[in-house]
């Protein structure tokens, strides 16, 4: 915990320069905690792999404790989800305003054990949110919560992101995301195979939709090598997320504070690319490093 003081004077330095400190409009009373300070404080949480509030709470520096609660910080912090998004998506169209190779997966996101589904109250608040059964193809397995969906660069930077139930297709993400991208090749795999859905993308948004095709399909031939190598990026980013940033552990009960938590995960990650790039010009995926 030596470093929590100085990766959070980092981390706060880097959205300074982006942003003010001040994001919610109104606010009854001025915060001794500016916003940009809070979210700061909760992106080097899960940069440092601190789950826990009550843990993180009782190693802050005496500067930062006094300014804010615990109950205080997390409520908060679900307030400001949308502006920690677009912290996000300002550090990512530095980083992909010219990229024209996007690619698109998905992952599955347990709120619970599939033996607990039919009693869980977890991100049952509204019943526009509630999880529900779906199943993995690529990791053969059934569970309990939501999908997320990602479309990131060929060099790694998460350009949208978005969660829906697990028993939702991923082709249906394809729908928002001709409202998002435009003029580019987007990689996928088999489950974005629909040659309705390709046509509907270039007509719309001129976004070319590459995806490996079946080795039954009559006119079957094999992905570009270059193109099936690119893919690997976004499993090794959702790789990265569950090992260091360790998405599939849940602690929320709302889903605004499941959201809050994938959110702040992500935007962590984001803000340790854009470090490596511009205070140590390493690559921007060696994330298990020091930041300071």
Do not use: W
């Amino acid at each position: 915990m030596n470093n929590l003081s100085a990766n959070y004077e980092r981390i706060l330095e880097v959205l300074r320069k982006i942003s003010n400190d001040n994001l919610l409009s109104y606010q009854r009373r001025v915060p001794k905690l500016k916003d940009l300070e809070l979210i700061s404080l909760a992106l080097t949480a899960e940069f440092m792999g601190i789950d826990s509030e009550n843990h993180l709470f009782r190693h802050l520096p005496n500067a930062i404790k006094c300014k804010i609660e615990r109950s205080v910080y997390n409520r908060r912090k679900r307030r400001l989800s949308n502006k920690i998004n677009d912290l996000r998506m300002k550090i990512a169209r530095s980083f992909n305003e010219f990229e024209k190779y996007f690619i698109i997966d998905s992952m599955p996101v347990e709120v619970c054990k599939l033996s607990r589904s039919n009693t869980s109250k977890i991100c049952k608040d509204a019943e526009y949110c509630y999880p529900n059964r779906g199943f993995c193809a690529s990791q053969q397995m059934h569970f309990y919560g939501y999908k997320l969906h990602a479309v990131c660069s060929i060099s790694g930077v998460f350009q949208s992101i978005d969660l829906s139930p697990a028993s939702v297709h991923d082709i249906h993400y394809l729908k928002d995301i001709k409202e998002q991208l435009s003029d580019c090749v987007l990689l996928g795999d088999k489950g974005y195979l629909s040659s309705e859905v390709q046509i509907d993308l270039f007509n719309y948004a001129n976004i070319e939709l590459e995806t490996p095709k079946r080795i039954n399909q009559k006119d079957y031939q094999p992905q570009f090598y270059a193109f099936k190598k690119y893919r690997k990026r976004i499993e090794t980013l959702f790789s990265q997320l569950c090992d260091q940033f360790m998405i599939r552990r849940n602690y929320a009960k709302s889903f605004e504070g499941f959201k809050t938590r994938l959110l702040a995960k992500i935007t962590a990650l984001t803000v340790v690319q854009f470090i490596n790039k511009t205070y140590f010009n390493r690559n921007i995926n060696n994330l298990k490093v020091s930041i300071i």
